[in-house]
């Protein structure tokens, strides 16, 4: 079995995955200043009440944005796995897969997971979309290789900012409100961030196919996906556990070579 572990900004996504299929995954609160045995009662009693044991776990990949995280969790699952194959996701290894990484040292981990598995599973000219504490588009060209991305601040981030810089706005739960013309305070920061990013999104990769002069095939992953993709013109397919599944595709080939 392979344990993939994507340490994110927000939350801290991982999965067990045994013949291709994830057997079971997970989503935690990301906490920069839990130790390494904090760490290690967590997924210890989450993989027991999933029914993983110690030794069902061969093969670990660790991809984390999050530098002070590394080490931490680099020495937990070696105190959970001693016997469990170890690889961290880093420019070292990124020869040996199959889209090239033109900035190695300027590309997050989680965005290089994102671009192998959609080659993987849908070639080249694809962007992947991610919704995450940043919401990032990477886009793979003909060439297989990964062009370039583009950053803006995730829609939880957006209305994080915009709460702790008003008095009187609060903090709410992101789902399409009924009307553009928001009747309340609530109804008017859905329409905002909401319709907002709708835009933003078919309008960023309006402008990168026309770059490019090619139709890109568009996925989303990321916890808020499932908001916003149904609303846009551009965005064809929503895969949730991209992350992982490119984990788990870079993890084989790592292991071949």
Not at 108 to 132: E, H, M, P, R, W
Not at 172 to 197: C, D, M, R
Request: charged letters at 20%; a negative charge; proline letters at 5%.
């Amino acid at each position: 079995m392979l344990l993939a572990i994507d340490v994110g900004n927000t939350n801290i996504v991982f999965g067990v995955n045994e013949n291709n299929e994830w057997k079971n995954h997970w989503r935690i609160q990301t906490d920069h200043l839990k130790t390494a045995d904090e760490y290690e009662v967590i997924f210890r009693s989450l993989l027991n009440g999933g029914k993983i044991c110690n030794t069902n776990i061969t093969q670990i990949i660790l991809s984390s944005v999050v530098p002070s995280l590394v080490h931490p969790f680099s020495e937990m699952l070696k105190g959970l796995y001693p016997e469990s194959k170890q690889t961290i996701v880093n420019p070292d290894i990124y020869k040996k897969l199959p889209v090239k990484v033109l900035n190695p040292y300027e590309i997050g981990a989680d965005l290089v997971a994102n671009s192998v598995a959609a080659f993987q599973k849908y070639g080249k000219l694809t962007t992947v979309i991610d919704f995450g504490t940043a919401l990032t588009f990477t886009t793979i060209g003909k060439d297989s290789e990964i062009r370039g991305v583009a950053i803006a601040p995730g829609l939880n981030t957006a209305v994080s900012a915009l709460a702790g810089k008003t008095a009187q706005l609060p903090q709410i739960h992101l789902t399409p409100p009924p009307s553009v013309l928001g009747e309340n305070t609530i109804h008017a920061i859905q329409s905002g961030i909401v319709f907002g990013y709708t835009g933003l999104v078919d309008s960023i990769i309006e402008r990168t196919e026309e770059e490019l002069n090619e139709k890109l095939h568009v996925v989303a992953t990321g916890g808020l996906s499932s908001v916003v993709a149904p609303l846009t013109k551009k965005i064809k397919t929503i895969e949730p556990l991209l992350t992982l599944d490119g984990l788990y595709h870079i993890n084989s080939f790592v292991g071949e070579k």
